[in-house]
């Protein structure tokens, strides 16, 4: 398949664009700020409209003398524009935040990625093109950058900074001011190719990242050396492919949960409203060579819905690898109902062990930890067998948002974890290797909801029980971001 023929199978996926515009926008916004006083944890996501310039945190407690840095985060910010409000998390523009730590001293600063959707939008001083759950049509979508929200994860890699989203290219962004530079095209027969969110860094520096071209059921593959170039690019044939939103990289090999989603494309649906859920089909493990970009073998398993992964390995023919595993796509579209602010129950996820036997093509899973998201281990194992684990935590409570942290012994099956509380919403937390490499600390953002301010904490990996060894916080309230990642200085 060629290019062009590629990019319009591509297209083909992207959201709907014919729902009325402002169709239900103004009674979102006014049902979100008429269930907020009763639903407080939900102010974590009121709108932002401009950019927050840097200000410095206090800091409690003692910083670790070696960890200095930036750590990166971004996630949706803009949810309203033109007294319209987007009806699903994953709308919102992007926001990057710089948490930067300099011997004890800690600054924070956050930028709107300018996407060519912002500039665009922010000009007209309304939404102009479909988001992933929502489906403005006021001008017509030219490629997958056109509606390019890059609202995901921030990640540096090779002496650049790129904000990242799933469905079109990567945007590269100064790593010291946030700027927005403009969109990364690593060659030009790929410009805005899907460059997922979740790319992986093998220890030898070299990024792996996968895009969804779910029209046209092609998996991308690429790998970006560690000099930054572009290493190799490659497609995959996998029937049926919806969205996948992240992977799993061993030493030999690149591995895709495929829920079982069937797509229905109409006029008059978002992206999201595309995916049906059947819970009568498989979930699937594709797994791909990474050495040829080959495809190896599809595993089946039964139904379930996977966002995130932390982590795996190869042992012969055998491949370990954990996941954050719900039992349907309920969360997925509950996110859309908390732009309500309705925070009715969520489908809790719970990280899982899973077991591929690529000889036999079994699968098996064990329950490590339940009511649990956004798994991470050490950037130094990444690939390799993990002896931590670290996810956010919640509780069977029905409000929005994980209230803890903890991490798991993938040998021992021991928890180790510390409770925020409710009065917290709790992001994702990411293990930062120690001076010298012996053992973790494990950085993390979170909400004060009683006090309407966020702020950083630092634990030691190995004891979080006992709480942070230090806090940085802010005397504001910072959107709430997805995904991040640190970069020592």
Known sequence: MDRRHFLRGALAA?????????????????????????HQRLAALKNRESDLSGSAAVVEGRWPAGLNGTFYRNGP????????????????????????????RVRHQAHFVRTKKFVEESAAGQFLYPAFGTGFSRRPVGNNDTVNTANTNAVPHAGKLYALWEGGSATELNPASLATEGIKTWRNDLAAMPFSAHPRISPDGVLWNFGVAAGANKLLLWRIDADGSLGKFGMVNVPQLPMVHDFVLTA????????????????DQSYLGSHVWNGQRPMRAVVVDRADFSLRRIIEMPAGMVFHSGNGWDE??????????????SSFRGL???????????????????????NKGTARSEKLMSVTEFPRVSPVDMGLRNRQLFVTTGDKSPEFGMTGIASIDMETG?????????????EEHIPVPKQGGKGVWLLGVAYDVRK???????FDGAHLSQGPVAWARLPYAAPLCFHGNFLAA
Do not use: C
């Open 252 to 267: 030999r090999y690149m591995v895709f949960l495929v829920p079982p989603f069937d797509l229905r494309n109409s006029p």
């Open 414 to 426: 021991r928890h180790d974890r510390y409770n925020y509380g409710q009065d917290w919403v709790v």
């Open 77 to 104: 910010a803009r949810f309203e524009l033109g007294d319209e409000r987007y009806h699903h998390w994953f709308d919102g523009d992007g926001m990057v935040h710089a948490w930067q730590m300099d011997h004890g």
């Open 316 to 329: 012969g023919n055998t491949i370990r690898l954990d996941a954050s595993m719900a039992a349907d796509d």
């Open 452 to 458: 309407s301010q966020t702020a950083l904490s630092v």
């Open 14 to 38: 992207l959201p709907a664009i014919a729902l009325p515009a402002g169709a239900y926008a103004d009674e979102t916004r006014d049902a979100f700020l008429a269930n907020l006083p009763a």
């Open 336 to 358: 859309g109902s908390i732009m309500r602010g309705d925070a009715g129950k969520l489908q809790n996820a719970d990280t899982v062990l899973i077991t591929l036997d690529l």
